[in-house]
């Protein structure tokens, strides 16, 4: 059982930069795929990004690829999602998910077995 809790989300200035944290529970955290997902009122969740430290394997959406960066620090079971230059387009609640797999379409949903509550990011124009 894999518990995650993120935190670091607010509201920000377009062009601007935040930081969410997802802190895990459980000692096998770096064996995990973590994932960072997005949910705007009426609409689909959608997959940012993606991170298995074993394979060395990071993915990223299209629509923040070169903005946001993933990575993790294993020592402190924490994964983090690096927003820079953000726009409209990025409000919505994000999700950090964990995944047992390392391979295959890691942009699904269904892919991970374990969600947190979601962290408020709104960015205003």
């Known amino acids: 059982q894999v518990q995650l809790v993120e935190s670091g989300g607010g509201l920000v200035q377009a062009g601007g930069s935040l930081r969410l944290s997802c802190a895990a529970s459980g000692r096998t955290f770096s064996r995990y795929t973590m994932g960072w997902f997005r949910q705007a009122p009426g609409k689909e969740r959608e997959f940012v990004a993606s991170n298995n430290w074993s394979a060395g394997i990071t993915y990223y959406a299209d629509s923040v690829k070169g903005r946001f960066t993933i990575s993790r620090d294993n020592a402190k079971n924490t994964v983090y999602l690096q927003m820079d230059n953000v726009n409209s387009e990025d409000t919505a609640l994000y999700y950090c998910?964990?995944?047992?797999?390392?391979?295959?379409?890691?942009?699904?949903?269904?892919?991970?077995?374990?969600w947190g509550q979601g962290t408020q990011v709104t960015v205003s124009s």
């Open positions: 998910a964990a995944s047992p797999t390392a391979y295959g379409n890691l942009s699904l949903v269904q892919r991970y077995d374990y």
